[in-house]
């Protein structure tokens, strides 16, 4: 089985590039997230040509969204709403096989890293907290899942261009990085992608939009991951960053990230 996560900043923008990935890479279940548009706008009919037959979808007007598109059946379509919002940041499917499958898209969490000064950081601590809770408390009996998506964090130092420079920028904060840590103890995630990729290694996900040659710089940041808990770990066969999706005709500033699974 091949999962590839991805937030296409838009599914509307990115439905020639989702048929791209699905034609050169062949993936059984992709995630997206930040799809930006609610059902009535959503392209079922263009991803179902492409060969996903199974779609989830919570989505909203104009923010926010994610969907689990799939060539397999799906069962026990869900997802719960955190913070007291509903604003389509958890998708929740069962996979063939009786894996429990989460698609998030965490708050990124805005430009000031201090709760009291920011509420979308209060937002995205609130979240991780939240979610955390529910892990730890209802889904620790051994269970086959996978956790994926946005997660909006870099948690280690090779996950950023520059540890030092991003050390005080939302997203690679020590906050951030220890609720990140407490949220994969909940349920003993273990991160797939840094299974496969070793942890010394530089690995990114995510290139803004403002840099005049992304490539060039190369100043990324690993946001999007993908976590197995210990009944799935080894299964887990190969992992990669499709990088070269962040030049594409009309790119999502993320890269597709896929795993593997025996």
């Known amino acids: 089985m091949r999962i590839i996560s991805w937030n296409v900043n838009s599914v509307r923008l990115r439905v020639d590039n989702l048929a791209r990935l699905a034609s050169e890479w062949q993936p059984d279940v992709v995630c997206i997230q930040e799809v930006k548009a609610e059902a009535k706008d959503f392209p079922f009919e263009a991803l179902k040509a492409i060969g996903f037959e199974h779609i989830h979808l919570r989505g909203m007007k104009g923010y926010n969204g994610v969907a689990v598109l799939s060539r397999l ?57 939240e979610a955390t809770t529910w892990f730890a408390e209802g889904r620790r009996n051994g269970r086959k899942m996978i956790l994926l998506g946005d997660l909006n964090i870099a948690p280690l130092e090779t996950d950023v261009w520059s540890h030092k420079e991003l050390l005080n920028v939302v997203s690679h904060t020590a906050i951030e990085v220890e609720k990140l840590k407490q949220l994969q103890a909940s349920a003993k995630w273990v991160d797939a992608v840094r299974k496969i990729v070793p942890p010394a290694e530089r690995l990114y996900s995510w290139w803004s939009y403002r840099a005049a040659d992304w490539s060039a710089s190369d100043r990324g940041r690993r946001l999007d991951h993908v976590w ?12 990669r960053v499709l990088k070269e999706a962040r030049g594409w005709k009309m790119p999502s500033d993320h890269a597709p990230v896929i795993v593997d699974f025996s």
């Open 73 to 129: 059946p799906l069962q026990k379509p869900g997802g719960e709403n955190w913070c007291g919002k509903e604003d389509s940041r958890h998708a929740m499917v069962r996979l063939p096989g009786g894996i429990e499958l989460h698609n998030f898209y965490i708050p990124a969490g805005g430009d000031i890293p201090d709760p009291d000064a920011n509420d979308k950081f209060a937002h995205k601590l609130g979240f991780l907290d």
């Open 228 to 239: 197995v808990t210990p009944a799935l770990a080894g299964a887990v066969t190969g992992a």
